[in-house]
């Protein structure tokens, strides 16, 4: 068998609302039309990287309810690999609060149910996914220990890790060591740096403190990729944004397929940037995940400077 792709993390049922602007503490607005979708940060890195044609094994758990089912149903459809997305009775499943404004930028609230009670018991469970998996991809909508545990076990068998550092909280020497890849966005960047406002310079501590690359990405200005071979911007796809919501999701997801696949992280970096431009002019989190060949169509277009 092909070696998958693991990824261990969330899964929420997202509740959208579109709005005309984003209300301030205190305020009330009328927003727009409401919509249940299928997202969570780790379902969606599965599902984008799936689409692009690579076998993925996903690591989570649900509620034992209909968003539970739903999500799990969603999964399965993309040819994930839900065995072990455990179900449980002691909590909910996971769901975010997003508002979509006019410009397509999104507010995010997590209630992360019954992604809270994954534990470092269920990674050893699966420890057999992790012998034969070509990459592992983490995100931080589950508990830190948790984490820890995949990052630790992908470390004793060699495989490579990608950290999405989304929520953004500080990390200690003891995660970014056992990163390879580590993947936020330039808010994110700029928490983990303890404030730094250069990307570049953030990036620079970021993998003094362990993390062996770091690519940010820019949303509108592309992204950024800071390694040992040095600094490279990646240049834009231009597109119109209509909801911004799991673009970063894309982005990894697209990017650890094209690092499997042997494309250099600079390569990997332009999939991962058109995979997250299509997903912005769609909405929705997993519905607007884009397929193989749109990608491959975009990237051949070429980016917008
Ligand atoms: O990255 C987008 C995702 O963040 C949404 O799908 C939501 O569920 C939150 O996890």
Not at 279 to 305: C, D, F, I, K, W
Request: proline fraction near 6%.
């Amino acid at each position: 068998m092909k070696r998958h792709i693991l990824v261990v993390g969330s899964l929420n049922i997202d509740l959208v609302v579109q709005t005309p602007q984003h209300p301030q503490p205190g305020e009330t607005i009328l927003g727009g039309p409401f919509a249940t979708i299928p997202g969570g940060k780790g379902a969606n890195q599965a599902v984008a990287a799936a689409r692009l044609g690579a076998p993925v094994v996903m690591i989570g758990r649900t509620g034992n309810d209909h968003f539970g089912e739903e999500l799990r149903q969603g999964l399965a459809a993309d040819h994930i690999e839900i065995s072990h997305i455990a179900v449980t009775s002691e909590a909910a499943t996971g769901i975010a609060l997003i508002a979509v404004d006019a410009t397509g930028q999104n507010s995010i609230i997590v209630a992360p149910g019954a992604n809270a009670l994954l534990q470092p018991q269920d990674i050893q469970a699966s420890e057999a996914l992790f012998k034969t998996a070509a990459v592992l991809l983490v995100q931080l909508e589950t508990p830190m220990a948790t984490v820890i545990e995949a990052l630790s076990l992908a470390r004793r068998y060699r495989v490579p890790t990608l950290l999405n550092p989304a929520p953004a909280q500080p990390l200690g020497r003891e995660i970014l060591g056992m990163v390879d890849y580590l993947l936020p966005n330039e808010h994110e960047i700029r928490l983990l740096s303890g404030g730094e406002e250069s990307p570049a310079e953030a990036a620079r501590q970021l993998r003094a403190q362990g993390a062996s690359s770091v690519i940010v990405t820019l949303g509108s200005a592309g992204a950024l990729v800071v390694d040992e071979a040095g600094k490279t911007a990646i240049a834009p796809f231009g597109v119109e944004a209509v909801d911004t919501t799991a673009a970063g999701d894309a982005f990894v997801g697209a990017f650890a397929v094209a690092l499997c696949e042997g494309l250099s992280p600079r390569e990997a970096a332009i999939w991962g940037a058109a995979a997250g431009a299509i997903t912005v002019t769609r909405a929705g989190a997993q519905p607007a995940l884009p397929r193989r060949a749109e990608v491959e169509a975009l990237v051949a277009q070429g980016q917008s400077r």
